[in-house]
């Protein structure tokens, strides 16, 4: 099992092992997430209860 990513990279010059920007480079990044600023972030939407009554 891979490790999981931090939800924010430290920055440090030696990227660690769970740094989400190195994890994106080296393409073992979980499926559905992404990297913006330097933060972890989903990519997939996940409509929730109230978006659904508005398109009924």
């Not at 990279?9 to 740094?19: A, E, T, Y």
């Not at 994890?23 to 996940?46: C, I, Q």
Request: hydrophobic share 20%; glycine share 4%.
């Amino acid at each position: 099992m891979p490790p999981k990513p931090k939800k924010k990279c430290c920055d440090s010059k030696p990227k660690c092992k769970r740094c989400p920007l190195r994890m994106l480079k080296n393409g073992t990044l979980p499926e559905g997430y992404t990297v913006k600023k330097r933060k972890l972030v989903k990519t997939k939407d996940v409509p929730s209860k109230s978006s659904s009554k508005r398109a009924a």
